[in-house]
């Protein structure tokens, strides 16, 4: 299995520009999660998914930010409009057994100017 | 409000030595503990875990300690090799429905040869 993929690796973007992050999960994971890195709030959770159905949405900045999955193979967050304050490295998790470990991509960079 | 929390943001540890990585929480309903180890362009990797009816759980260099009524826990690496640098990520689950992990800010280990 490639594990969980995301893209893109890397993305810088004009402030008030719409961004979308992707992530491919591993076949047969039941649980998507969207966790965002900063150097003051470490790993945060901001939503996740089950099945394909938003459970847990509590971390979601605020009302630019949405997230969907659209079929068990693919998930998407999407920011707009970008403020600069967003920028951070977004992460996508999957597992079968949530709770006893996630697997994680790689992560996207993103950087708002 | 940061219920998983890592307070030193850095270690520096001489090759060979012990290497010592604590976090606390602040919620008594969590029951399952884990670490994990992120390195610099990639995703965080799964370390090791703990459950919370246990006190002790070690995997060849790596043992995590757990003190619940402390609500702290920590991570020893003996010895530390220069690759053990990396940023360690301690995480918690709660008892309840919900299956999402809270992760702590991460503590950058630096292990000098």
């Known amino acids: 299995d490639a594990g969980v993929i995301q893209s893109p690796r890397h993305e810088v973007t004009e402030m008030g520009q719409e961004v979308t992050l992707r992530c491919k999960p591993i076949s047969g994971h039941d649980y998507l999660f969207w966790y965002r890195q900063t150097m003051m709030r470490g790993l945060e959770l901001l939503i996740y998914?089950?099945?394909?159905?938003?459970?847990?949405d509590s971390g979601m900045p605020e009302d630019r930010f949405s997230a969907k999955m659209p079929n068990a193979s693919f998930s998407t967050l999407k920011i707009q409009p970008s403020e600069p304050r967003d920028s951070a490295v977004y992460f996508c998790?999957?597992?079968?057994?949530?709770?006893?470990?996630?697997?994680f991509g790689s992560g996207t960079r993103l950087t708002v100017v | 409000d940061q219920q998983v929390k890592q307070n030193s943001p850095s270690l520096s540890v001489q090759e060979g030595r012990i290497s010592i990585l604590n976090c606390d929480y602040t919620n008594s309903m969590f029951d399952y503990f884990l670490w994990y180890k992120k390195y610099p362009a990639e995703g965080p990797t799964f370390l090791i875990s703990i459950s919370s009816i246990k006190d002790k759980n070690e995997d060849g260099r790596f043992t995590v300690f757990l003190n619940k009524s402390a609500k702290h826990l920590s991570l020893h690496i003996v010895p530390s090799q220069p690759g053990d640098s990396a940023v360690y990520f301690c995480?918690?689950?709660?008892?309840?429905?919900?299956?999402?992990?809270?992760f702590g800010t991460g503590t950058l280990l630096a292990v000098q040869p």
């Open positions: 998790a999957s597992s079968s057994v949530p709770g006893y470990g996630y697997t």
């Open positions: 995480a918690a689950r709660g008892r309840s429905a919900t299956n999402k992990l809270i």
């Open positions: 998914f089950n099945n394909n159905v938003p459970i847990d």
